[in-house]
C-alpha cells in the first residue's frame, strides 16, 4: 500500500445511522441541535425510510426499517437503541476504484459489481472486517 499522492476516496457523502423511530430521530437533531432536516422520504426498493439532515460539509441519513425484511431490521434488532450504520465516500470512477480494491485485495461486499444505490448513483459496501470494524459505501459522484 502506497502512502503518495494518489488520492481515491474524496469528500464523505453521507453517514448513515439506523434509528428506531425517524421522527423522533429527525426533531431531535432539529430541536437540540439545530439542525436542517428534510421531509421523510421512503425508499421501497431499499426497505428503508430516511430523513436527510443537512451539514455545511456534509449531510447524515437517519434511516428507519421499512417492512418485514428490511435490510437494516436486523441491525436495528442488534442494536436497539440505533446506531451508526455506515459512512459513505465519494469516488470519481467506480469501475477504477473496483479494480484497485481487487489489487489491494479488499473484498467488495455482493457479487463485486456496483448497484444503484439510495441516491440513484452506482454503489459499492466493504466488508467492515477489512476497515476496522467500519462498513464503508463508495458512491460514483460525477462532477
Ligand atoms: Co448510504
Keep these: 500500500m502506497g502512502w503518495g499522492a494518489f488520492i481515491m476516496i ?3 457523502n453521507h453517514i448513515a445511522i439506523v434509528v428506531p423511530d425517524i421522527e423522533r430521530s ?3 437533531y432539529h430541536d437540540v441541535l439545530g439542525a436542517k432536516i428534510s421531509s421523510p422520504i421512503k ?3 431499499h426497505g428503508v425510510r430516511v430523513i436527510f439532515v443537512d451539514l455545511e460539509n456534509s449531510k447524515i441519513e437517519l434511516m428507519e426499517p ?3 425484511d428490511s435490510p437494516i431490521a436486523k441491525f436495528l434488532q442488534k442494536n ?3 446506531g451508526m450504520h455506515h459512512i459513505c465516500f465519494e469516488v470519481k470512477n467506480i469501475k477504477e476504484v473496483i479494480l484497485h480494491l481487487q489489487k489491494e485485495g479488499a473484498g467488495i461486499i455482493g457479487d463485486g459489481e456496483p448497484k444503484i444505490g439510495a441516491h440513484g448513483l452506482p454503489v459499492i459496501f466493504l466488508y467492515p472486517k477489512d476497515f476496522d470494524g467500519v462498513l464503508i459505501e463508495l458512491e460514483e459522484v460525477r462532477d
Design 43 to 45: 425508499l421501497a426498493e
Design 80 to 82: 436497539p437503541l440505533g
Design 26 to 28: 429527525a426533531r431531535k
Design 10 to 12: 474524496g469528500k464523505i
Design 66 to 68: 421499512l417492512g418485514t
